[in-house]
């Protein structure tokens, strides 16, 4: 008698080999527009040179959190030109923002779903789960039979493995919206998607902020392993010190992953803070506490 052998492998094998034979031309577009879109990210953060976007970063740090934000901000990214970085570190961060904007565009919808529906909600679950806990490197095998070698890759890889936070935390952050709020918004006829726009949302965002935050960082972490399907950058500076057993350039690169990682980090932070000029400017408009008070639908 034969060991009794379940054949996912095999099934899943099956799957990706009908997709790639069959929907070719769609992973052909979508590794276009990830690609220009890398591509134009890459060409505004890298074309000006590093005093440009130094300053820049600088005072978007001063307005988010003040100015010890923004000295912090300008040593650390004066630190990744010191080791000859910047490069690399753009490159980087372009893959990031590509893979955190389309993770966004997937979870936050998702995320406001599962908030409505109980069902929904119980049905993504396990798939989040298996998305959060599946091993990142798994999903490069059908990123590169699919995109083949290069950006695309690493972007796939870094959406799928980002995204389950953003969805996570939108349905945490509209589900824990005061109820009596909501009500007070359907007495006066508003309808749901004013409901939403104007009740839940405003009052879910530092929960959802939290979630944007999740997902940069995680897509951070996938910056080493996109680095091994050609993606370059500081991921594969890494790769390349790794198989050299180089120290110097590993630390180097590894920090500057770090850097990028604390700036971004407080950044998303400071939109839930209560410091930085963004929230003296938040603070003089009015904040979403009461229903509106126009019964007419919108």
Do not use: C
């Not at 897509?219 to 399907?229: E, F, P, T, Y």
């Amino acid at each position: 008698m034969d060991e009794f052998r379940i054949p996912i492998g095999e099934v899943a094998d099956t799957v990706i080999t009908w997709i790639v034979n069959n929907l070719n031309a769609l992973f052909t577009v979508l590794r276009t527009i990830f690609d220009e879109m890398y591509g134009a990210i890459f060409a505004i953060l890298d074309g000006p040179g590093w005093i440009v976007i130094t300053i820049l970063a600088a005072l978007i740090a001063l307005l988010a959190r003040g100015w010890k934000f923004m000295l912090g901000t300008i040593i650390g990214l004066v630190v990744i030109v010191g080791v000859d970085q910047w490069e690399n570190a753009m490159s980087s961060l372009s893959l990031v923002l590509v893979a955190t904007f389309w993770a966004l565009v997937i979870s936050i919808p998702l995320g406001i779903w599962a908030a409505k529906s109980d069902t929904f909600s119980a049905l993504v679950r396990p798939v989040l789960d298996f998305l959060q806990t599946m091993p990142a490197f798994v999903y490069l095998i059908p990123a590169l039979l699919l995109f083949r070698v290069g950006v695309a890759p690493g972007i796939v890889a870094t959406i799928i493995f980002a995204m389950a936070p953003g969805v996570r935390f939108t349905e945490l952050g509209i589900r824990s919206v005061d109820a009596e709020v909501v009500e007070a918004g359907q007495a006066f006829g508003s309808s749901p998607s004013r409901i939403l726009r104007q009740i839940q949302l405003p009052l879910a965002l530092p929960t959802i902020m939290a979630g944007v935050n999740q997902v940069i960082m995680l897509s951070l972490s996938m910056v080493v392993i996109a680095g091994m399907v050609g993606a370059g950058g500081l991921g594969g500076d890494v790769i390349k010190s790794l198989n050299r057993l180089d120290t110097a350039l590993g630390v180097e690169a590894g920090l500057a992953v770090v850097i990028i990682a604390m700036i971004l980090d407080r950044l998303t932070n400071s939109f839930g803070q209560h410091s930085g000029l963004f929230a003296k400017f938040r603070a003089r408009k009015p904040h979403v506490d009461s229903v509106p008070q126009d019964p007419v639908n919108v």
